[in-house]
């Protein structure tokens, strides 16, 4: 092969080069396809009853509430509509229950936007039944929010479950059991509370009961309910009458625990 056809031949090798050099960087340097992203749950997942098509309230004292709050923001259509804490705060019945929820009743303790971020079983207290507490004890849950922060957990139930299937063992907000038997109208929680009247709530199931519950009567949870990373999640207190105080666990935190939702 002569000099001048191999000076070609490699003249010829470093132009492919060149070209393929820069179309190489540029495939290279393409942008990635932008990533799918998916968004994030909105509040229509949070279980909305239909105002025209509420579920009816059951319980004995539901006639007599109807009859006393026939309309306006009290009412059970107009609850039917809000968020459980604005339910809550709007039943003439369960104020002392509001003030505890939301800060009133101790400063400390503000659960509105744990209860809001449902859907949850609230069994709410009424007032008459924060009124069968002794001084004592009603003094106890303003003053100590160790008392009164498991206490209103444990009145609370992740899941959405309305007066014919909610019967059963089941994890509160607190970590603990509670025990909840019947249906309809006729529903008793622990053996110590009768629900006087439930109805339903955008996110809540409402359950008005005659007794303030005592953390951790309803029963031992088991570890795979509950979170172990406190005693007083996994341990319960020694129940007290329902004249006397509310146990206070060993150790409480402000932030709720991980619960199992209950199937509905």
Do not use: W
């Amino acid at each position: 092969m002569s000099t001048r056809t191999k000076t070609l031949g490699v003249a010829a090798a470093f132009a492919a080069i060149a070209v393929a050099i820069p179309t190489a960087v540029q495939a290279y340097a393409e942008p990635a396809p932008t990533p799918t992203v998916t968004a994030a749950p909105s509040t229509s997942a949070i279980p909305v009853p239909s105002v025209t098509q509420l579920p009816d309230p059951q319980g004995p004292a539901c006639d007599a509430y109807k009859n006393a709050v026939p309309t306006g923001a009290g009412s059970f259509t107009g609850m039917g509509s809000e968020v459980a804490s604005a339910a809550i705060a709007a039943n003439p019945d369960l104020s002392t229950f509001s003030s505890a929820i939301s800060g009133k009743l101790n400063p400390a303790v503000n659960i509105v936007s744990v209860l809001d971020g449902g859907p949850y079983v609230v069994f709410a207290p009424t007032n008459d039944a924060f009124a069968k507490l002794d001084e004592a004890a009603l003094a106890k849950l303003k003053s100590d929010p160790t008392v009164l922060l498991p206490t209103l957990f444990y009145h609370m139930v992740l899941g959405y479950l309305g007066p014919e299937n909610v019967a059963g063992k089941m994890p509160t907000q607190d970590g603990r059991l509670v025990s909840v038997e019947g249906k309809g109208g006729d529903i008793k929680i622990n053996d110590s509370a009768k629900v006087v009247c439930s109805y339903a709530a955008k996110g809540a199931y409402i359950y008005m009961i005659d007794t303030v519950l005592t953390p951790g009567e309803g029963g031992t949870p088991s570890t795979s309910s509950t979170s172990s990373t406190s005693s007083a999640e996994t341990t319960p207190s020694a129940p007290s009458t329902s004249t006397g105080a509310p146990a206070a666990p060993a150790t409480t935190s402000a932030a709720p625990t991980t619960t199992k939702a209950p199937n509905a």
